[in-house]
């Protein structure tokens, strides 16, 4: 039996507002896709902006910043990040990520398991 090839075209997804304010193209989703245990978004914080304090109780992250730079806050610990960095975002710990840039601020996030709205909490309400 042959699989089934599931392919995106980041130019033709449309973004859509996270709980967390960020602005995210899913390019891999269980929702849309055939992928089960992961998903795979782009976000983008426009400069100046940052993405509200929040957690997510069941789902891990990973960050991988593709343009811009910015401030990452990781339960207690804040620190630069730039294009290139990686960062691990373990289940149940506050973060958010400020642009630091004059340009928009470009990350691909993977969810496993997927991203949820269900599993978002906001921390804090600017």
Known sequence: MAESV????IGEISAYTTKDKS????????DKQGCIHQSLAEATVFPGDRT???RHSKTEEIYHLTQGTGLMTLA???FSVKVGDTVLIPPGTAHCIKNTSEEPLKILCCCSPPY?????????HD
Do not use: G
Not at 6 to 9: I, M, V, W
């Open 6 to 9: 599931q392919k995106t075209l």
């Open 23 to 30: 602005q995210i193209k899913e390019l891999m989703h269980p």
């Open 116 to 124: 949820s709205h269900d599993d978002t909490e906001i921390l804090d």
């Open 76 to 78: 207690k610990n804040s």
């Open 52 to 54: 509200q304090l929040h």
